[in-house]
């Protein structure tokens, strides 16, 4: 859903706008497209008002931490793709008409305005008529646009990060709730959330509310003060909110003046007379009572009558109500076994789970007593947690997140033997030129170099012939131990002597006990294979050594595979950037396989420079966003967002999601059929990879590596709902077939996860 937001408190600032970076940000975290227009200074009080006869003029925010004050302000937009909102300076209802008709075209249509969370209540009629947070979600209705005015109730001055990020989970899901259940008739909704700790619990009530109606009962709305006493507006305005929150009277009355001004300080306590003496049902009460008040509206300040009075009840989400039970387990349809420590990742399989399959029974350990033999389960767990054995027996009842054996894929050297037998035997495959020239090299000591490039003729050739050329038109290599991950260990060259000087780096200082200790632990082992080991979930040490794992920031059994690839220069680049483009596939079975459309395009820490200038500090070429330290701000962003960057635009980059499309296709392909040892799908099984693609700079595609078990942290909060569809799509293209519940493929038409092969080879 597309979502622009507004408020009448500015930009997030402790002081008098609290509230609303906390709840973009858990938008965001929801999936959900965020637009963002702000007055540029408190808008309080002001209603539906505009400026007549002003030139508003835009700057420009880019948020900073949560629950800091720590954001900028500029008079331009930003060029790098980062988050950005507007700020105008007019009133909320101007901010409506101009997010709505004058920025974020580009993000398509806006589904629907949320104008708050507003610093206090807006409930009872004498807050609701003058407030500028309704003011700016009843612009949007009569733009004709769903709209919802929120506000946070607070009942001290204490901002507790802990009860913000509560009140916005609930904020989200009512938001969304009445978005997905909007009533004829309905023109936008009123919503007061109680800022109480816990409110997002099973114990707050969602009610539909009237306007309680309340007047002015105790005289003048305005106090008479001396010309050269009168405050800032600012500081007026937190007096005001300080004392009607906690229900006093705003007294500020000074007397004996020979010449008379007037400021703004309501009586709140005719406000709270009201809502004591009024019976249960209106809004003022609802906060009172601590529960979330929710108050239909027409365009018009009237109430709409057809909803007062019920309870709204929220579907059950992971937030309120995840049912964990490691001992007797109820009866259910079916279970999953969730056993994934990722604070990141597991909420969301879990929401994944429960909005697509309600009635499925959440586990976090093996259940005892034992789950009846007929019942199915999902074990959607790390790779050491799996009960392969279990998987294995129980074809028809046990699915599992993982293959056993998949290295044909996911070890780089494997890998490029995998797409060169491919394209030996099909040498018109797409993968005959979406990959770089490879050579694989193996070796135990740097001393074995020259023996290892007795196999890997092409590197030898092209590293002699690098010898009398100049640097810049040298071809140049970058090395990568075959096993490693998280960027670790890589090195770029050029000639023989550099490559030399990489493993001498490697094998750095090694004393002859710690050889004598790496060969006692590789005699140790039953299967002295370190790709086996691995796969087994076994630690491996081989000779080269420890002392290089501290060299390079790579553990041992990372090394003594290698592939040396063709350097891809010039990248595309984007702003000066390189980046890669991480791109999800689901694999099904044996064997359906998907490529989820919502890709990710990841950045560089440090702009590019060409090999030949810089090849030792490798930030400027490596777009692997767990190497970056620092302000990461713009390292991950939506792949379908860089149309604006790239000549040919959106036409460009749909060139590219079809280039991806087969070569993911066929390498899967490439595994199944030609590297049956390596990759064995099983019918009872599925698995999601990360895979990595590098774009030159006249749009051909490389596919850089295959990863299981991808870092879906890197993804960050922000694009939190990109990992959120992903499971979304596991479970319904992976985990609802196989309980036999769901829609037949293709009947919910247009799918994010896009079939790429079908070739069903079936258990192995």
């Known amino acids: 859903m597309h979502i622009l937001v507004v408020n009448d408190d500015g930009p997030p600032s402790q002081q008098s706008s609290p509230y609303v970076h906390s709840f973009i940000h858990t938008l965001q975290t929801h999936g959900h497209t965020v637009s963002v227009v702000l007055p540029h200074i408190q808008r309080s009080w ?26 900028t302000t500029h008079t331009r937009p930003r060029t790098d793709g980062g988050e950005e909102w507007v700020l105008v300076d007019g009133t909320p209802a101007s901010c409506t008409q101009i997010g709505l008709n004058h920025y ?92 109480i700790l816990g409110v997002d619990g099973e114990g707050t009530k969602i009610l539909y509310t009237n306007i309680l109606q309340n007047y002015w009962t105790m005289g003048s709305s305005f106090e008479e003060v001396e010309a050269n006493d009168e405050l800032d507006p600012d500081e007026r305005e937190m007096q005001i909110r300080e004392g009607g929150e906690r229900g006093e009277g705003a007294d500020l ?288 040490t081989t000779p080269i050594s420890d002392a290089a794992a501290t060299a390079s920031g790579i553990v041992t059994s990372q090394l003594r595979h290698f592939v040396a690839q063709s350097y891809i220069h010039p990248p595309l680049l984007i702003n000066n950037t390189k980046f890669h483009i991480r791109t999800y596939v689901l694999a099904v079975g044996g064997l359906r396989v998907y490529v989820f459309r919502r890709m990710l395009a990841l950045f560089a820490g440090r702009p590019y420079v060409a090999p030949w200038e810089e090849s030792a500090d490798l930030a400027g070429h490596l777009t692997n966003t767990c190497l970056q330290s620092g302000e990461r701000d713009g390292s991950v962003r939506l792949f379908w967002d860089l149309a604006g960057d790239v000549a040919g635009g959106r036409e460009a980059l749909e060139g590219v999601w079809g280039k991806i499309q087969r070569v993911v296709g066929e390498t899967w392909e ?44 890197q993804t960050g909060e922000e694009l939190g709902g990109v990992i959120e569809g992903l499971f979304e799509g596991v479970v319904e293209r992976a985990v609802m077939p196989f309980l036999g519940v769901g829609k037949e493929e293709g009947e919910d038409g247009e799918s994010e996860m896009v079939k790429v092969l079908d070739v069903e080879l079936g258990s192995w």
Not at 291 to 304: C, I, Q, R, W
């Open 253 to 540: 009355k000074v007397v004996g003046l020979k010449h008379k001004t007037f400021q703004w300080a309501p009586k709140f306590a005719d406000v709270y007379k009201s809502v004591e003496e009024a019976p249960p049902g209106n809004d003022g009460w609802a906060v009172k009572e601590g529960h979330v008040s929710v108050t239909p509206l027409k365009a018009n300040f009237m109430h709409f009558d057809g909803l007062i009075g019920g309870e709204i009840k929220l579907p059950q989400t992971s937030t309120l109500a995840v049912r964990e039970q490691s001992a007797a387990v109820e009866q259910a349809p079916y279970y999953a076994l969730v056993d994934y420590s990722d604070p990141y990742v597991r909420p969301r399989i879990i929401a994944a789970l429960q909005k697509h399959l309600p009635q499925i029974q959440i586990l976090s350990s093996t259940p005892t007593p034992p789950l009846d033999p007929t019942a199915k389960i999902l074990h959607w767990s790390s790779y050491e947690a799996i009960p392969f054995e279990d998987i294995l027996a129980h074809p028809d009842t046990a699915l599992c997140c993982s293959y056993i054996i998949r290295k044909a894929l996911i070890r780089k050297h494997y890998l490029s033997h995998t797409l060169a037998s491919w394209t030996t035997k099909h040498p018109t495959s797409i993968l005959a030129t979406a990959a770089s020239t490879t050579c694989e090299l193996e070796l135990d000591y740097a001393e074995y170099l020259d023996e290892a490039l007795a196999e890997a003729y092409e590197l030898r050739d092209s590293l002699a012939a690098n010898d009398d050329k100049p640097a810049e038109q040298r071809e140049w290599w970058i090395l990568k131990p075959g096993m490693s991950d998280r960027g670790q260990g890589i090195r770029l060259f050029s000639t023989l002597p550099e490559l030399e000087a990489v493993f001498e780096e490697f094998e750095g200082d090694t004393t002859d006990e710690d050889e004598d200790e790496a060969d006692d632990t590789n005699n140790n082992n039953t299967n002295d294979n370190d790709a086996w080991g691995v796969e087994n979930g076994n630690a491996v």
């Open 46 to 71: 002001i209603g539906k008002a505009h400026l007549a006869g002003r030139r508003l003029t835009p700057t420009y925010f880019r948020p900073g931490t949560l629950h800091t004050d720590d954001g």
């Open 670 to 713: 490439a595994a199944a059929r030609g590297q049956r040892v390596h990759f064995q799908a099983l019918p009872n099984a599925f698995e999601v990879f990360g895979v990595d693609f590098l774009v030159d700079a006249g749009m051909g595609v490389y596919l850089l590596e295959v990863n299981a078990y991808p870092d879906f942290k």
């Open 104 to 195: 974020f075209q580009d993000r398509g249509k806006i589904d629907l305005v949320v104008s708050g969370p507003n610093y206090g209540r807006n409930s009872t009629s004498l807050f609701s008529l003058s407030s500028g947070t309704i003011g700016g979600a009843m612009e949007g209705a009569v733009c004709g646009v769903k709209s919802v005015a929120l506000s946070y109730a607070f009942f001290d001055r204490n901002h507790d990060p802990a009860v913000i990020k509560g009140a916005s989970e609930i904020s989200v899901r009512v938001v969304k709730y009445l978005y997905e259940n909007w009533a004829e008739g309905v023109d936008l909704y009123t919503v007061n959330v109680p800022l």
